[in-house]
Antibody
Framework: EVQVLESGGGLVQPGGSLRLSCAAS????????MSWVRQAPGKGLEWVSG????????NYADSVKGRFTISRDNSKNVLYLQMNSLRAEDTAVYYC??????????????WGQGTTVTVSS | QSALTQPASVSGSPGQSITISCTGT?????????VSWYQQNPGKAPKLIIY???ERPSGVSNRFSASKSGNTASLTISGLQADDEADYFC??????????FGGGTKLTVL
């Protein structure tokens, strides 16, 4: 069974940094694109970032471009999201999600349970 | 980078059919076949129920069907059941932002 499990969320002050991790199992990790999707309290889903299976192609939502960096370690089956210059509006549950194939926009078919990031002083 | 437009809520009685619309533009839904739909129960992660406009992943009930016309995609749930009550989100490839979600629709089964 394919599973992904996020970790690394927590409370951070505005302007601070946090790194999220997502451990994947049950799949050939390097074969799949991955994405981070967030959901602010009581709000809808917002795509944050995506990365190709090899890691050589990445993309970001305008709201996080220049502040967040997505990366992956295929030798460890782990996806990361480095979040810098955090703002109150970044407060959300962050989900790690597996793309159906080589692209993250063709459907996200496996999701983690989410990790909560709270940006507050 | 506006979200795709969905109705905030829809409702239906058990056994009925309901349709949820998802409106975008020619930069996303209108020109690409990468439309997906997700079901999310309270406190849970989203679940993929439709991809590539109208394809169902293995294990998803055939009561869920979907289509696209122009800049609008639609999800239909037939034979409504109590456990269909959830939030539903559409998504589409977008030329500008790669992946765009709708604002979500809360389905109430009366």
């Amino acid at each position: 069974e394919v599973q992904v499990l996020e970790s690394g969320g927590g409370l951070v002050q505005p302007g601070g940094s946090l790194r999220l991790s997502c451990a994947a199992s049950g799949l050939i990790f390097s074969s799949y694109a991955m994405s981070w999707v967030r959901q602010a309290p009581g709000k809808g889903l917002e795509w944050v970032s995506g990365i190709s299976g090899s890691g050589d192609s990445t993309n970001y939502a305008d709201s996080v471009k220049g502040r967040f960096t997505i990366s992956r370690d295929n030798s460890k089956n782990v996806l990361y999201l480095q979040m810098n210059s955090l703002r109150a509006e970044d407060t959300a549950v962050y989900y790690c999600a597996k793309g159906r194939g080589s692209s993250w926009y063709k459907g996200l078919d496996v999701w983690g349970q989410g990790t909560t990031v709270t940006v507050s002083s | 980078q506006s979200a795709l437009t969905q109705p905030a809520s829809v409702s239906g009685s058990p056994g009925q059919s309901i349709t949820i619309s998802c409106t975008g533009t020619s930069s996303d839904i209108g020109n690409y076949k990468y439309v997906s739909w997700y079901q999310q129960n309270p406190g849970k992660a989203p679940k993929l129920i439709i991809y590539d406009i109208s394809e169902r992943p293995s294990g998803v009930s055939n009561r869920f069907s979907a289509s696209k016309s122009g800049n609008t995609a639609s999800l239909t749930i037939s034979g409504l059941q109590a456990d269909d009550e959830a939030d539903y989100f559409c998504s589409s490839y977008s030329r500008s932002t790669t992946l765009l979600f709708g604002g979500g629709t809360k389905l109430t089964v009366l």
